[in-house]
């Protein structure tokens, strides 16, 4: 029968974790082992904890980007172009996940990673609150007891200790030349034929919350904010003293995991518009030479002094002219994002400089204005990226050297009954953003955003059922 879990809120300790509260039916069996590490059995109710413990932290992030584009992001190509999916993905790499968890709690004396008496309490106090938060069969349906949630989150805590111990060693030092930010403010003109205006019209009208174009730059910085409000830290004294880098390690991984969403949302929106070029209609060839025009001719007044680009970029939002837009960018010169054409149109340009020729990309024009040539706030955030991507290399130089050494084996059979297909279906826009509203507590965690969407999995997993909710 089809299970359907709703996925909600967060439990962490020393880093920042992310579980899915599950709802289910009937009794668990005894979960499958699927994996070995040297030569000894993993216990199955771990491996099946920390599955869906995962696939529910992975589900934060990308469910915003599913609820955007009405699509299951999970099932689309990872962005390598080789047809692998996001859900492929993640089902070879839980193995590595594991496996590090032990290897980490393997190497834990060789840097003095033993948890403290208050650490261990605190774990023990979080756990029993999980456990009496929830309900019984979601916990049955996650594998989740006492002993289970206890063993992730100090193998969980011992990890984040270690990696700090890697780390200790990694040049935090990141010169401003390196690390410079600029940012770069635009109006951007993108055709739109009258078709499209009164289909986007009506889409608002049934109650369907339609994409602001302007709101595409800054869905990665979404996407965080909406995770960080769903996560909180527990912690203890002694637990804050190795939470720093275990933390930000994780948020870094939560980070890259965005992008990598937002570069498969981004591809996707790229292989619509050549579709679109390819029958292309004589409404979209007339809306382009329109658009363009449009763009020429308020570069002309900005430049000859008849406006000036603040004032230009006011009136879009006052006029509401369907496909023109403004907003900013930050960026660096060595940057892959925004489009190449618009870092090397505005680089080594000045505060305050109007850039003085329309930039194309993808079909649409830019008006292009350096606001910040060099920002200080971006660039001193960029500087702790750069050093969070130093820590994470130093990480898995080191347990790539374990791993060569360790004999960690899956049994493919039996990994294939744990980690059954899904699919994926978005509630309507208005439940959303009601159930949003929605707060509640998992563990010590605060919650202050709870998301409902709902997964449906197709087959059994390791749960047998004895009724039926």
Same mark, same amino acid.
């Given at each position: 029968?089809?299970?359907?879990?709703?996925?909600?809120?967060?439990?962490?300790?020393?880093?920042?974790?992310?579980?899915?509260?599950?709802?289910?039916?009937?009794?668990?069996?005894?979960?499958?082992?699927?994996?070995?590490?040297?030569?000894?059995?993993?216990?199955?109710? @771990?491996?099946? @904890?920390?599955?869906?413990?995962?696939?529910?932290?992975?589900?934060?992030?990308?469910?915003?980007?599913?609820?955007?584009?009405?699509?299951?992001?999970?099932?689309?190509?990872?962005?390598?172009?080789?047809?692998?999916?996001?859900?492929?993905?993640?089902?070879?790499?839980?193995?590595?996940?594991?496996?590090?968890?032990?290897?980490?709690?393997?190497?834990?004396?060789?840097?003095?990673?033993?948890?403290?008496?208050?650490?261990?309490?605190?774990?023990?106090?979080?756990?029993? #609150?999980?456990?009496?938060?929830?309900?019984?069969?979601?916990?049955?349906?996650?594998?989740?007891?006492?002993?289970?949630?206890?063993?992730?989150?100090?193998?969980?805590?011992?990890?984040?200790?270690?990696?700090?111990?890697?780390?200790?060693?990694?040049?935090?030092?990141?010169?401003?030349?390196?690390?410079?930010?600029?940012?770069?403010?635009?109006?951007?003109?993108?055709?739109?034929?009258?078709?499209?205006?009164?289909?986007?019209?009506?889409?608002?009208?049934?109650?369907?919350?339609?994409?602001?174009?302007?709101?595409?730059?800054?869905?990665?910085?979404?996407?965080?904010?909406?995770?960080?409000?769903?996560?909180?830290?527990?912690?203890?004294?002694?637990? #804050? #003293?190795?939470?720093?880098?275990?933390?930000?390690?994780?948020?870094?991984?939560?980070?890259?995991?965005?992008?990598?969403?937002?570069?498969?949302?981004?591809?996707?929106?790229?292989?619509?518009?050549?579709?679109?070029?390819?029958?292309?209609?004589?409404?979209?060839?007339?809306?382009?030479?329109?658009?363009?025009?449009?763009?020429?001719?308020?570069?002309?007044?900005?430049?000859?002094?008849?406006?000036?680009?603040?004032?230009?970029?006011?009136?879009?939002?006052?006029?509401?002219?369907?496909?023109?837009?403004?907003?900013?960018?930050?960026?660096?010169?060595?940057?892959?994002?925004?489009?190449?054409?618009?870092?090397?149109?505005?680089?080594?340009?000045?505060?305050?400089?109007?850039?003085?020729?329309?930039?194309?990309?993808?079909?649409?024009?830019?008006?292009?204005?350096?606001?910040?040539?060099?920002?200080?706030?971006?660039?001193? #955030?960029?500087?702790?990226?750069?050093?969070?991507?130093?820590?994470?290399?130093?990480?898995?130089?080191?347990?790539?050297?374990?791993?060569?050494?360790?004999?960690?084996?899956?049994?493919?059979?039996?990994?294939?009954?744990?980690?059954?297909?899904?699919?994926?279906?978005?509630?309507?826009?208005?439940?959303?953003?009601?159930?949003?509203?929605?707060?509640?507590?998992?563990?010590?965690?605060?919650?202050?955003?709870?998301?409902?969407?709902?997964?449906?999995?197709?087959?059994?997993?390791?749960?047998?059922?004895?009724?039926?909710?």
């Amino acid at each position: 029968m089809n299970k359907v879990w709703k996925k909600g809120a967060a439990v962490a300790l020393a880093a920042v974790m992310c579980a899915g509260a599950l709802s289910g039916c009937g009794k668990k069996s005894e979960a499958i082992s699927a994996f070995t590490f040297n030569g000894k059995k993993v216990d199955g109710d @771990f491996v099946n @904890f920390v599955l869906r413990f995962e696939q529910a932290s992975l589900d934060d992030i990308y469910a915003y980007y599913a609820s955007m584009m009405q699509q299951d992001i999970w099932s689309m190509d990872d962005g390598q172009g080789l047809g692998v999916t996001t859900w492929d993905n993640f089902k070879s790499n839980i193995g590595t996940d594991i496996e590090k968890l032990l290897l980490a709690e393997e190497h834990a004396a060789d840097f003095d990673a033993v948890l403290t008496e208050d650490e261990k309490k605190a774990i023990s106090d979080a756990t029993a #609150k999980f456990l009496a938060d929830n309900d019984k069969d979601a916990l049955a349906s996650m594998s989740a007891t006492q002993e289970t949630v206890e063993r992730y989150l100090t193998l969980s805590t011992i990890k984040s200790k270690v990696e700090a111990g890697m780390c200790v060693d990694v040049d935090t030092n990141v010169s401003d030349e390196e690390a410079a930010q600029r940012t770069v403010e635009y109006i951007r003109y993108t055709p739109s034929t009258e078709s499209q205006t009164e289909a986007q019209s009506e889409s608002e009208m049934a109650g369907t919350e339609a994409e602001a174009p302007n709101t595409v730059e800054t869905e990665a910085e979404t996407a965080v904010a909406m995770t960080e409000g769903e996560t909180s830290v527990v912690e203890t004294e002694p637990a #804050k #003293k190795t939470k720093a880098s275990g933390a930000a390690k994780e948020e870094t991984e939560r980070a890259q995991a965005v992008t990598e969403a937002e570069q498969t949302v981004t591809e996707a929106q790229q292989a619509v518009t050549e579709a679109q070029s390819e029958t292309e209609d004589p409404a979209m060839a007339e809306a382009k030479v329109k658009y363009r025009a449009m763009a020429e001719e308020k570069l002309e007044e900005i430049k000859s002094g008849e406006t000036d680009f603040e004032t230009a970029a006011a009136a879009v939002t006052e006029e509401a002219i369907p496909g023109v837009t403004n907003s900013s960018y930050t960026f660096g010169k060595d940057d892959t994002y925004p489009d190449a054409a618009i870092i090397e149109a505005t680089n080594d340009l000045e505060d305050d400089t109007l850039v003085e020729e329309l930039v194309e990309v993808d079909d649409s024009w830019y008006i292009l204005y350096v606001k910040d040539a060099f920002d200080e706030g971006a660039t001193e #955030k960029k500087k702790e990226e750069i050093v969070e991507e130093r820590k994470t290399e130093k990480i898995n130089e080191v347990y790539d050297e374990w791993m060569k050494d360790a004999k960690f084996e899956a049994d493919s059979a039996k990994l294939a009954e744990i980690l059954k297909d899904r699919s994926y279906t978005a509630p309507k826009s208005n439940e959303t953003e009601a159930e949003t509203q929605q707060g509640g507590t998992l563990g010590d965690a605060s919650v202050e955003t709870e998301l409902h969407l709902e997964v449906t999995y197709e087959t059994d997993m390791v749960v047998e059922t004895e009724s039926e909710t």
